[in-house]
Every structure is written in structure tokens, then in C-alpha cells.
């Protein structure tokens, strides 16, 4: 397999704020607020020889809002790209109209780009589809040293069918089970538990099988009873295409995301 290290980079996505703030991990923590649930974090390439990534993500986030008897469930869909200077670097760089499936991503001042859809807001979806009609229709449009492509990204998307716990305690640290009954479709598996501007966020293999979250790797984050904490599991899947004598990385992942208290 080609060799290809990837890293925690939620500063990718950046939307708008919204009242309740939620962070992810980045080597350099940055809030990422959504005005309809947390940013999950996002696999990026590394390597010398990688000109871009383009990431299609499907987030489902479990909430209960304090005093609410009813637990509320939001679908979104997350479109996001960006395009390196020079292959492996680390500056983006401009890439003219990018879109997936017809609809146009926004270009941020770095230059990486991002769009999110969530039922109720316009758009509602990307219109990823599923299962086995699952397609990102990838159009770049060029501009400067990258030049125009398109790309369909068929396959299904990753998933993970475990349980989330509603409360983590400390002290007692968090198992996950990791394996084909678990999880599908995925190479690899992020697991987020976040408070505040604390969190742990680490890497595993889609069938890592048993693992623990050690109360020492939960020793940093905060007391939390009013439900929240975050608490993400989410697998993805790449696959390499070189374009134009150019290789990208293109992504699907899964973003199982839900409010906890830490204990």
C-alpha cells in the first residue's frame, strides 16, 4: 500500500458560531463551532507526494438538550478540499470553483474550501446517497498551478453501529470495540471525547478490536454534568487517484457524534 500518514486537522472546517461552543483536537486546539453540531475531525494527507485532499463526510449527531425529555437527532453533510503549493506542503493553494454533486463549496482565506448541508438549512444535503449509490461527483475548476479535474468518488461510505455511552467516567476510562460486527467500509477510526477547550483524540485500525481509553488519557478533561461533552467515533476510507500527473487523496467518512457527561 502506498504510504500515506495522516493526522488530526479540524481547522479545515471553519462555520459559523452558534451559542454552544464545541472544539476538537488540532495539534494547535481551535474552537469549530456549527450551528448544527460539532466539526468532526478530518484525516488529511501527508507525504511528498500528495497535491490535495477531497473529503466527503456524513455526520450523525445525537443531542439532549438540558431538560429536554426528548433526544434530537441531526443528519449532516460535509463537502471539504483543499489543494497544496507544492505536493506535500503545507500551504493551500487557490483552485478556482470547487463543487460536489452541483453544489459549490466556499472558499476560505486560506484557501481550503468546505460546505456544510444539514435538514432544515439550505442546502439540506450534499446528496451523497447511500449505500452502494453513494457518489461524490468531485469538479474543480482550476486556477494558477492547479488545473481543472473532475473526479466521481463511487463506494459506499464507512460506518460504525456501536453503542456510545451517555456518561464517561474518569476513573474507570472507556472501552470500544473495534471489529467487523462494529465497524464497515473503513481503514481507520478516529475516537474524540472533548470538553471545553480539553480533549483526546487518537487513531485506530478499523479492526483494532478491544480498545481502552485510559483513565490517564481522560486526566485532562474536565467534570461535566450538564450533557455537553462530545464524544465522536468516526471511521473513514481513502483512496489515491492520480490526475493530470497529480496525485489527491480523495475520502469518505462516517461522523457518529453525541453529547455526554464526563464524570
Partial sequence: MKKLLLFVASAMIVFASCDKKTTTTTPTPTPTPTP??????????????ISGALIS??????????????????????????FYTTPGGTTFADAGTVSVNGTALEKQTNNSYNKLATTGMTPSSLNFGSGSSSKSSWSVGGAGSV????????GTFPNYSGTLPTSVTKSSGVTLTLNSST?????????????????????????????????????????????????QVCPFKYLINTIGGKKYVFIKEQAIVKNININ
Avoid at 67 to 79: A, D, K, R, T
Avoid at 213 to 228: A, G, Q, R
Fill in 147 to 154: 488545473a481543472a479535474f473532475s473526479y466521481d468518488h463511487m
Fill in 183 to 231: 465497524v464497515s467500509g473503513a481503514d481507520s477510526v478516529y475516537v474524540v471525547i472533548a470538553a471545553g477547550s480539553s480533549s483526546f483524540t487518537k487513531g485506530y485500525s478499523a479492526t483494532a478490536g478491544s480498545i481502552t481509553i485510559s483513565t490517564s488519557d481522560l486526566s485532562s478533561l474536565p467534570t461535566v454534568s450538564d450533557n455537553t461533552a462530545l464524544m
Fill in 57 to 82: 463526510i456524513k455526520m450523525d449527531y445525537s443531542t439532549q438538550p438540558t431538560g429536554s425529555p426528548i433526544p434530537i437527532s441531526l443528519i449532516s453533510e460535509i463537502g471539504t478540499a483543499v
Fill in 36 to 49: 448544527s453540531g460539532p466539526t468532526p475531525p478530518t484525516p488529511t494527507p501527508s507525504g511528498n507526494d
